[in-house]
């Protein structure tokens, strides 16, 4: 570590700055979501659209085939490009059986 330029330190620097921003941008972006709603008097989970997107399947209703965090470059590349969809198999999601949302707990309760 003693040959470690200042240059390459500050791009060390910058880097893990971006790294951390890059994880902290979802959450930055809930929070300024929810209080702009809050703002508007709508609700802060849905934005009065009484549904929200199941986490699992990001709101499409299905997954792909296998373990969760498993995939295969090759075959997702030979799908995107030539889209040939017989080798990708998507299930139904279990969270939210195939729908692809949820009720807001929030707008549900409230008559």
């Keep these: 570590m003693e040959n470690i330029t200042a240059s390459e ?3 060390f620097g910058v880097g893990t ?3 951390c921003a890059t994880i902290a941008a979802p959450r930055v972006d809930s929070f300024i979501s929810a209080s702009q709603r809050r703002s508007l008097g709508m609700c802060k989970k849905c934005g009065d659209l009484k549904m929200i997107a199941c986490s699992k399947c990001k709101g499409v209703g299905s997954v792909k085939a296998g373990a ?3 995939f295969n470059l090759v ?3 030979y799908q995107s ?3 040939d969809e017989s080798k990708v198999r998507s299930t139904a999601c279990p969270s939210c059986q195939g729908r692809g949302h949820f009720s807001c707990p929030d ?3 409230s008559p």
Aim: glycine share 12%; hydrophobic share 50%.
């Design 68 to 70: 969760p965090f498993s």
């Design 107 to 109: 707008c549900s309760k």
């Design 75 to 77: 075959d997702d590349l």
């Design 9 to 11: 330190l500050a791009g």
């Design 81 to 83: 490009f030539w889209g």
């Design 17 to 19: 700055l971006l790294l």
